[in-house]
């Protein structure tokens, strides 16, 4: 399956997992989410948003693997939307971290997805961390049931890579559309001892690659169409033949692009563990949508006759997060900038986009 986009591109969100074997018994994951914002400009509380790295977030985590169980686990953000400021009232995107760090001897298990959203998700957590920790936590499990069927009872030195998985959807904003364009890629490595020095491939024990493009309705934040195909691959086959997965989503055109896509998706793809990958690929869509939000924010500001954003627009809702939540400083300059726009325009002044965001903990088990 080959996508093919025409448009300007205006954002990529890229997450990264990689697995590998730590002291007997466990292995260490870690995580990067990374928003790189290609265009516009976004007034944001006192400051000015700019294109750029947006998001950094990082997570490390050893894993004991019978039973799957977080044994640690703790988190780096190099760089966020928000640093202490007069305008935050000195919180920062940084503040909830010991959240994380609490998450230590949580099961891994089909309850884990509700466990995650109930520790990070809402006005107590942040929803990128929750994102990343959603996929380090199922890429995990993932990575250790292929282990298990591929490699039982073998052995890896400490430090080896057992899995590896990339993430990327790049928004583009086409004319008449907006298209995210989806490409997956997992890798599970053999195990070697030692490790040779050989034909690469030695190391290859079986790839996914999955790809999907959405068209969305801006205005409407709707799902136009959603194509998804896969395709696997090892040693004796490198690249196999794309199996199309669109059947299971063709009737979700129409449907918000935003709220509720991940109930309909763990409806549709959350009983057959084979799947899992897929389904994976497909709850981030939501969240990469809410990030190229800001980026196209020119669109609803140029359009004579409609709503002008208020200053802080580029926001989230009301208890989206953290930085977000009810009685915390920034909602508080936002509701401030929505009223002062209402004032100056006679109306209600609600034509904000970020009205249009969903919470990132309703992910169901």
Sequence with gaps: ?????????????????????????????????????????????????????????????????????????????????????????????????QRVEALADTPLDAASTGRLGAALGGPR???????????????????????????????????????????????????????????????????????????????????????????????????????????TGGRDGFYGAWRDRSDRLADLAGRSALGGMAGVLFERLGADPSDRPLLDALLNLAPALIQCVPAVMERWQSEPGAARPAMMAGGGMADSCYMWRRGGALLERFEQSLSSVGRATGSAADGSIANTAVRHDEQPE
């Design 125 to 231: 957590g942040c929803s990128h961390v929750l994102t990343l920790a959603q996929l380090l936590t199922s890429t995990a499990r993932t990575a250790l049931a292929l282990e298990s069927h591929r490699h039982a009872g073998a052995a890896r030195p400490s430090g080896q890579r057992v899995f590896h998985r990339s993430l990327s959807i790049d928004g583009v904003q086409g004319r008449e559309s907006f298209h995210l364009a989806l490409q997956m890629a997992d890798v599970h490595f053999t195990p070697l001892i030692p490790e040779a020095d050989g034909d690469p491939l030695e190391r290859l024990a079986g790839r996914l690659e999955i790809r999907a493009l959405a068209e969305i309705d801006l205005d409407g934040m709707r799902l136009r169409s959603l194509r998804a195909a896969e395709r």
């Design 1 to 97: 399956m080959e996508i093919e986009t025409i448009g300007a591109p205006v954002h990529t969100r890229t997450l990264v997992v990689s697995v590998a074997q730590g002291s007997a018994g466990e292995v260490e994951a870690s995580g990067t989410l990374l928003d790189l914002r290609k265009r516009g400009l976004v007034p944001m509380a006192a400051d000015l948003q700019t294109a750029g790295v947006v998001h950094d977030m990082r997570l490390r985590a050893r894993i004991a693997t019978l039973p799957p169980r977080l044994v640690s686990i703790t988190t780096e953000q190099p760089s966020v939307a928000f640093e202490p400021s007069p305008a935050t009232g000195g919180e920062c995107c940084r503040d909830p971290a």
